[in-house]
């Protein structure tokens, strides 16, 4: 009898043992996550954010994502130098596009007033 309370309390001591470790394990994950989409909303625009939820992908290769966002960004089938849909860096839609011409030779800038990104081609 000694022997079966003797074992219980060891298994007790045991099984709360392994649930503490598995809970300690499954707390890290769970910040090691958050710190992940800490990153990834610092470091990714809603626009991309919104691109990558709205894919309806469970997991997604960079060459996906890359096809993605330049379904998103370029106008495939535009015969301009530079057919964007939006801003690259910000995702806004009114782009300013002028076309200089300088020493001979004709410009074309893409400007985004909302970031200031630019991009340019002769």
Do not use: H
Not at 2 to 7: A, K, L, Y
Not at 38 to 57: A, D, F, G, P
Not at 66 to 94: D, R, V
């Amino acid at each position: 009898m000694i022997r079966t309370i003797i074992g219980g309390i060891i298994g007790y001591f045991i099984s709360s043992y392994f649930n503490n470790e598995s809970n300690k394990k499954l707390e890290n994950e769970i910040k090691n996550l958050k710190q992940d989409q800490y990153k990834l909303n610092k470091y990714l625009s809603e626009e991309t954010q919104r691109v990558i939820i709205n894919s309806k992908k469970e997991n997604m290769s960079v060459k996906e994502l890359n096809e993605i966002l330049y379904e998103k960004t370029i106008e495939e089938n535009s015969l301009a130098p530079l057919p964007y849909k939006c801003c690259l860096k910000c995702g806004n839609e009114n782009l300013k596009f002028s076309s200089p011409f300088y020493k001979g030779k004709t410009y074309y800038i893409a400007n985004c007033e909302e970031c200031e990104w630019k991009d340019w081609t002769s």
